[in-house]
């Protein structure tokens, strides 16, 4: 089973948070970014891809909008917050039109960071999913924000899923490494427009949907 697979309890905890999202999000914005890499396992369209690079940015200061102590879930509302990922060195794929991070703290003995991304219509997701088994790496369900940023030496488990409509892939990272926001000085926020309802509560039912089809997978 995959270890940063949400529980039934888990997806409808989000569900019943997520339609309230836009009392959520700040009017201000301090970025975070990553940057990763690692190697495709298994693809169905066989479309020959060896290898990812991508990044990850997220607003440091977006609110939980889980009230579970052991889940957190952070939702952001297009660029320049998302996902981008890049197959053998193509052209990136770039998906902001939602755009979650998730963080579980000694969920089932486990600490869990995630981010999730999709596209407009939903026909493409791309999810990023790293466990800690020990359960000693996180002190909350809050956003993680060390100085230096996360490495993937701190998790004991990674894997990355990209679907779209060719089909399912997956890989591991091989390496994950803070670009932005990690040095431990918090830069000031930088002014952004307050988000509308509409757009939240998408994006809220795109994540609790995606959790949910994890769970029946598991």
Same mark, same amino acid.
Do not use: C, H, K, W
């Given at each position: 089973?995959?270890?940063?697979?949400?529980?039934?309890?888990? $997806? #409808?905890?989000? &569900?019943? @948070?997520?339609?309230?999202?836009? $009392? #959520?999000?700040? &009017?201000? @914005?301090?970025?975070?970014s990553y940057l990763f890499s690692g190697s495709v396992d298994s693809d169905d369209a066989e479309r020959g891809w060896s290898a990812f690079s991508g990044s990850f940015q997220f607003d440091s200061e977006v609110l939980d909008a889980i009230a579970d102590p052991s889940t957190g879930a952070y939702a952001h509302a297009g660029s320049p917050w998302g996902m981008s990922i890049s197959f053998d060195g193509a052209a990136p794929i770039v998906l902001n039109d939602s755009f979650h991070m998730l963080v579980s703290n000694d969920l089932q003995g486990s600490d869990e960071l995630g981010a999730l991304a999709?596209?407009?219509?939903?026909?493409?997701?791309?999810?990023?999913?790293l466990t800690d088994f020990s359960g000693a790496l996180?002190?909350?369900d809050a956003l993680p924000l060390p100085p230096g940023g996360l490495t993937l030496a701190d998790f004991g488990w990674s894997t990355?899923?990209?679907?779209?409509a060719a089909g399912f892939l997956q890989g591991r990272l091989d390496s994950l490494a803070c670009n932005q926001g990690c040095n431990g000085v918090v830069p000031p926020p930088s002014p952004v427009p307050e988000p509308g309802?509409?757009?939240?509560?998408?994006a809220g039912l795109g994540v609790c949907g995606f959790l949910l089809r994890r769970s029946r997978a598991g």
């Open positions: 089973m995959n270890p940063f697979q949400y529980t039934r309890r888990t $997806a #409808a905890i989000a &569900a019943l @948070a997520l339609g309230s999202l836009a $009392a #959520a999000l700040p &009017a201000s @914005a301090v970025p975070v999709g596209n407009a219509d939903g026909t493409a997701t791309l999810s990023l999913s996180f002190a909350s990355l899923q990209y679907e779209s309802t509409a757009p939240l509560v998408l």
